[in-house]
């Protein structure tokens, strides 16, 4: 059974950093592109960045709200993925969800997110 | 980026109703869209990729069609577990957007 689960949401201050890993489980995580995605309270989904896999360089890819300030990075033998949030700001408030994409092929993702976490709360508040 | 636009953005309906939602892409995108059902406090959940192609284990009455800019989301009998919202996607090669939602509650 494929699994995915992030940890390590919680309270920041503006100006802070925080590291949410995703953990999975049921598949080879080495064969697959990761994504990050969030949802605002209130608001809807936003993607948030994708890391490809070893095959496609690891190469990143991010939203422009984020691009400078994020990281994606994964461990393949540790079966995970991480999401670094550096100068964290209130609107990166958000439930964030890592998600694996379907089949993809040179950097194109063809068969959308087809497994989600549940999602780890961040706030940033001071 | 390409920006999607659904419509519309909130749907008040019954069981048993006939049901379609529409996302507009600013640019062509061929068949590189799929749809999402979210439920508050859940996962968001695959229904739909390569614009009409059915994930494995969704149902029958969820389909989509729709190619380049227009697509649409159909659900042919409401159920009382298909209130939630939905979202489509494009799956672009670079930034792959959200469309803004569409909720969809119990009349």
């Known amino acids: 059974e494929v699994q995915l689960v992030e940890s390590g949401g919680g309270l920041v201050r503006p100006g802070g950093s925080r590291r949410l890993s995703c953990a999975t489980s049921?598949?080879?995580?080495?064969?697959?592109?990761m994504d990050w995605v969030r949802q605002a309270p209130g608001k809807g989904l936003e993607w948030v960045g994708r890391i490809r896999n070893k095959a496609n360089d690891d190469i990143t890819e991010y939203a422009a709200s984020v691009k400078g300030r994020f990281t994606i990075s994964r461990d393949d033998s540790r079966n995970s993925v991480y999401l670094q949030m550096n100068s964290l700001k209130s609107e990166d408030t958000a439930v964030y969800y890592c998600?694996?994409?379907?089949?993809?092929?040179?950097?194109?993702?063809?068969?959308?997110?087809?497994?989600w976490g549940q999602g780890t709360l961040v706030t940033v508040s001071s | 980026d390409i920006q999607l636009t659904q419509s519309p953005s909130f749907l008040s309906a019954s069981v048993g109703d006939r049901l379609t939602i529409t996302c507009r892409a600013s640019q062509y995108i061929s068949s590189y869209l799929a749809w999402y059902q979210h439920k508050p406090g859940k996962a968001p959940k695959l229904l739909i990729y390569?614009?009409?192609t059915l994930q494995s284990g969704v149902p029958s009455r969820f389909s989509g069609s729709g190619s380049g800019t227009e697509f649409t989301l159909t659900i042919s009998s409401l159920q009382p577990e298909d209130f939630a919202t939905y979202y489509c996607q494009q799956l672009n090669r670079y930034s792959p957007t959200f469309g803004g939602g569409t909720k969809v509650e119990i009349k």
């Open positions: 049921g598949f080879t995580l080495s064969e697959h592109y």
């Open positions: 998600a694996r994409s379907g089949y993809c092929s040179s950097g194109s993702c063809f068969e959308g997110l087809d497994y």
């Open positions: 390569s614009a009409s």
